[in-house]
């Protein structure tokens, strides 16, 4: 969006209302207001990539600025990624318990399948976890039901791709900043409607760019490129979804 507009989201909020049975022929009956829902903006932020390097390097021809805007691209690319990704991890502690299970066999997970399908009123469903969590629930399928594409999906994506029709997708792993620690639960999955696409993603603005392509303006001769951008991140949740943690 541009800068200075204001981009509102807007949650439904229920998607159900209440049928009641009376006696017929009068209109004196109770009423229900209808959840109008909430509209919400997204929080704005700015980050920056500045970045140089030796003159000398430039002039041998080692570095360039075209390759200073490829690592800026690709590491921008890889904190965004990283920050959606994240967001699975923060909905954890806001699950309703009734939508929250633990086990380690297909019934108990269908069971909460069956639980958030009939609740949410979803005609499909998708699951969502790690790699490694999804790995579990293809560990608890006995290979001999596996159907060939199935066999075919774990083979080229190490996960089945799907599960009593639902639809299994990858939230790849990331780590925790400045360590080689695992940031998202390996355990867990969430199951949500087919159609849900609770991450919300704006770019706001324009990206701004400041260089330096003359040895002579820094002191130390170095060569620099600057970029900052402005970006809104959030989740909205969907009125109905849960979480199963493999025991």
């Not at 799907?162 to 695992?182: C, D, H, S, Y």
Request: proline share 2%; net charge negative.
């Amino acid at each position: 969006r541009a800068l200075g507009d204001k981009t509102a989201w807007y949650s439904e909020g229920k998607s159900y209302v209440t049928v009641a049975s009376f006696a017929g022929n009068h209109w004196d009956t109770n009423r229900e207001a209808l959840d109008a829902g909430a509209e919400f903006t997204l929080p704005k932020e700015w980050v920056y990539i500045h970045i140089y390097d030796e003159l000398e390097r430039f002039l041998l021809n080692i570095v360039s600025l075209e390759r200073l805007t490829d690592v800026i691209y690709r590491s921008f690319n890889k904190y965004i990624k990283e920050r959606i990704y994240m967001q699975f991890q923060n909905i954890m502690d806001v699950v309703p318990a009734e939508f929250s299970a633990k086990g380690n066999s297909e019934e108990a997970l269908g069971a909460l399948c069956d639980l958030v399908q009939a609740a949410g009123g979803y005609s499909t469903l998708t699951i969502a976890g790690t790699k490694a969590a999804l790995r579990k629930l293809g560990a608890i399928v006995p290979d001999k039901y596996f159907a060939d594409s199935q066999r075919e999906a774990k083979a080229s994506t190490g996960t089945i791709g799907e599960w009593e029709g639902n639809r299994l997708m990858v939230i790849p792993q990331v780590l925790k900043a400045g360590t080689f620690e695992l940031a998202l639960d390996n355990d867990a999955v969430f199951i949500m409607g087919g159609d849900v696409k609770p991450i919300k993603l704006e770019w706001i603005g324009d990206t701004r760019t400041q260089e330096v392509r003359d040895g002579r303006v820094n002191n130390d001769m170095s060569m620099e490129l600057q970029v900052q951008t402005c970006f809104g991140i959030g989740m909205m949740l969907p009125e109905v979804f849960g979480k199963f943690t493999f025991a």
